[in-house]
């Protein structure tokens, strides 16, 4: 375990040089679970920029579920174009929203069954709500997280959920909410799918590589 918090410490280091991810920015910024919660949405197959332009759009005309609900599925297309499958995010977020006002008061619920039970929300949303939007200690597995637990040898899993409980042994709570976001600024700049910038790694000499068949 003291391995791999060194190996999380170098790199939370090196990544401050890099823009954080734009699920973080809004938890940091307006610190809304609801906010968190739909820019997740937005973000699923999307680049960040586009992400924080399209959300900044649509919370400028709707930021609560309330609001949300008065706007037609068509403008809010409008907004957030070009977001990846925008016309069926579109509707999930109607949907979740309708869901939040009907059965949660309007609120963002805290417990992870619960945000499973909104449609469109999946595993990996409902962690970084957990985490980002309400601060409570969950670990978020999305594909850089997954890649990068598994190039450093932290695991040796097939699937995102094997991944989440295979950190969670071996992880403090203390480190779950902001693993995330590291790893995932990691694996956006240096350490990426194909071909990552090793000469450039800070945990180099902690990495076994697992799956790299050429580096810069």
């Avoid at 997740?40 to 649509?58: G, M, P, Q, V, Y």
């Avoid at 919370?59 to 068509?74: E, G, H, N, V, W």
């Avoid at 094997?162 to 203390?174: D, Q, V």
């Amino acid at each position: 375990m003291g391995k791999i918090l060194k190996t999380i410490k170098l790199i939370e280091k090196q990544v401050k040089e890099f823009k954080i991810p734009w699920v973080t920015e809004v938890a940091e910024e307006d610190k809304d679970p609801y906010l968190v919660l739909i820019s997740c949405i937005l973000s699923l197959r999307t680049k960040d920029k586009t992400t924080d332009e399209a959300s900044r759009r649509l919370f400028k005309a709707a930021d609560t579920p309330r609001k949300m609900i008065r706007l037609a599925a068509s403008y809010i297309q409008r907004l957030i174009y070009p977001v990846g499958f925008y016309r069926n995010k579109a509707k999930v977020i109607l949907g979740i929203s309708k869901r939040l006002i009907e059965d949660f008061s309007g609120l963002v619920p805290k417990k992870l069954e619960d945000l499973l039970s909104l449609k469109g929300v999946g595993r990996k949303t409902a962690n970084l709500v957990l985490g980002l939007g309400y601060k409570i200690p969950a670990i978020c597995v999305d594909t850089h997280v997954h890649r990068i637990s598994n190039r450093l040898a932290w695991v040796k899993t097939k699937d995102p959920y094997a991944t989440e409980e295979a950190l969670k042994k071996i992880i403090p709570k203390s480190h779950w909410i902001k693993l995330n976001t590291i790893l995932v600024a990691f694996g956006q700049n240096l350490c990426l799918p194909v071909s990552p910038y090793c000469s450039k790694c800070s945990v180099y000499t902690f990495c076994r590589r697992i799956g790299v068949q050429r580096f810069r």
